[in-house]
């Protein structure tokens, strides 16, 4: 009988294991200003999403502010989401640079 071949891709995970116990209680307190800015941030991505359609048939071409804009919303947002889904020990910082 042959042995399977490995699997393609390998993942290695490094990370404290332990959890203290007061963070579940706060984290989500913690993460409420980053939840109300990304939801805010999402309402002016789909609102520009919609004006870079108009833009994109009438000039053949995706602006370059609004794809950096909704590109470093959605970093931001995940950014958000990971803290919140306890992926991530870091605070996320009020800023959509990369």
Do not use: C, K
């Amino acid at each position: 009988m042959s042995m399977p071949a490995p699997y393609p891709l390998q993942l290695e995970l490094h990370a404290n294991r332990h959890i203290t116990r007061w963070r579940p209680l706060v984290q989500w307190l913690l993460a409420i200003p980053h939840l109300m800015i990304a939801y805010a941030l999402r309402f002016l991505r789909q609102a520009l999403t919609l004006i870079s359609f108009f833009t994109v048939l009438v000039t053949g071409e995706y602006p370059e502010g609004i794809r950096g804009f909704g590109v470093s919303a959605y970093r931001y947002a995940l950014r958000v989401e990971a803290y919140v889904g306890f992926l991530t020990d870091r605070y996320p910082p009020f800023s959509l640079a990369a």
